[in-house]
C-alpha cells in the first residue's frame, strides 16, 4: 500500500507539473543583450529644458525582446510612445517600475499611445541581473526590448542618467524628455503629452 502511495504521488506530481509548464511561459532562455541597428540620426545628449531634441526626429531601432524576439520600431508610424530606458542595478529605477506597472493596472492607455520599456547598460556582477527576471518580478506585463553591451539605443537616444523616458509623438519626433524617478503625477503627464501630439497633428492637417 505504501508502495502503491508513492507511485500516485510520482503521478500526481508529473501530471501536475505537465499542467503549470502548459499555462506558464518558459523564461529559461532569455537574452539581456542583442544586437542592435539605429536607423537615422541620434539625438542630442539630454541636458535638461530647454532641449535641444524637442521636434527631432528619433531614430529608428531594430532590437529584440528579452524573449529573442525581433521588434523593428518605426517612430513615424503614427503611433506616440513613452519610451522608459531602465538599468536593473539602479535605484531609482528599482523604485520607479512598480509605479509603472500600477500605474498602467490601474489606466487604460489612450488609443495609439504605447508604453515602451528598454533594458540597458546591464551588468552581470551588478544588483538585479538578470534584468528579464527583475522586471517580470516588479510585475512588468508588457515585452523587454534589450539593448546591446555598447548601450547604443541608450546613446542613440541621448540617455545622461537612469530612469530616462522619451515622449515620441507619432511622427517619430520628440515631445519632451526627462530623467529621474517620477510621481504618479508626472507620469500621467507623459502619457497626456503623448495623446496631445496625435491630436495636434490631426488639427495641422
Known amino acids: 500500500m505504501l508502495f502503491a502511495g508513492v507511485i500516485g504521488i510520482v503521478i500526481f506530481a508529473i501530471v501536475l507539473g505537465f499542467f503549470l509548464s502548459e499555462d506558464s511561459e518558459d523564461y529559461s532562455e532569455d537574452i539581456e543583450v542583442a544586437s542592435v541597428t539605429l536607423s537615422g540620426w541620434p539625438l542630442p545628449v539630454f541636458q535638461g529644458s530647454p532641449d535641444q531634441a524637442t521636434g527631432a526626429r528619433a531614430p529608428a ?44 493596472d490601474e ?25 528579464s527576471a527583475w522586471l517580470r518580478r516588479e510585475g512588468w506585463q508588457g515585452p523587454i526590448l534589450v539593448d546591446n553591451a555598447a548601450t547604443d539605443i541608450a546613446t542613440g537616444y541621448g540617455l545622461s542618467g537612469f530612469p530616462y523616458w522619451v515622449v515620441l509623438g507619432g511622427e517619430g519626433k520628440v515631445i519632451t524628455r526627462t530623467h529621474g524617478a517620477l510621481s504618479d503625477a508626472e507620469f500621467s503627464s507623459l502619457v497626456d503629452q503623448a495623446l496631445q501630439s496625435l491630436t495636434n497633428n490631426t488639427e495641422n492637417r
Open 61 to 104: 531601432i531594430s532590437t529584440k525582446t528579452t524573449l529573442d524576439e525581433t521588434v523593428k520600431l518605426n517612430p513615424a508610424d503614427g503611433i506616440a510612445r513613452v519610451i522608459g530606458f531602465f538599468a536593473h542595478w539602479c535605484p531609482h529605477c528599482q523604485r520607479e517600475i512598480p509605479r509603472i506597472t500600477t500605474w498602467l
Open 107 to 131: 489606466n487604460n492607455l489612450p488609443n495609439r499611445v504605447e508604453v515602451i520599456i528598454i533594458s540597458s547598460a546591464v551588468d552581470s556582477t551588478a544588483p538585479n541581473y538578470p534584468p
